[in-house]
Nanobody, 120 residues
Framework: QVQLVESGGGLVQAGGSLRLSCAASKRTFNTYAMAWFRQAPGKERERVAAISSTYYRTYYADSVKGRFTISRDNAKNTVYLLMRSLKPEDTAVYYC?????????????WGQGTQVTVSS
């Protein structure tokens, strides 16, 4: 079992920044592909960013490209999502997820989510 604990959500004005953190419970974290998803009310869950286990390859959804940055610190078993130039449409519950196979196709562990609210 892998536990993922997110933190860093909150209320921010449009144009502001937030950094989300997700701490994993396993030392094998360095082998996991990690991602951040979000889900707004009435909308489908969307993968916004991902980072591979090796070479730290990253993926960003078009809606956040150039504004969000995903990173990981394997020494701390933590993945981060730095969100800048936030917009009201970024308001959602943000979840981190782990693919323990390392491939980054199917995420088998999820955090509890953290609310991000961007006011206009």
């Amino acid at each position: 079992q892998v536990q993922l604990v997110e933190s860093g959500g909150g209320l921010v004005q449009a144009g502001g920044s937030l950094r989300l953190s997700c701490a994993a419970s396993k030392r094998t974290f360095n082998t996991y592909a990690m991602a951040w998803f979000r889900q707004a009310p009435g909308k489908e869950r969307e993968r916004v960013a991902a980072i591979s286990s090796t070479y730290y390859r990253t993926y960003y959804a078009d809606s956040v490209k150039g504004r969000f940055t995903i990173s990981r610190d394997n020494a701390k078993n933590t993945v981060y999502l730095l969100m800048r130039s936030l917009k009201p449409e970024d308001t959602a519950v943000y979840y981190c997820a782990a693919d323990t196979s390392g491939i980054g196709a199917t995420y088998d562990y999820w955090g509890q989510g953290t609310q991000v609210t961007v006011s206009s």
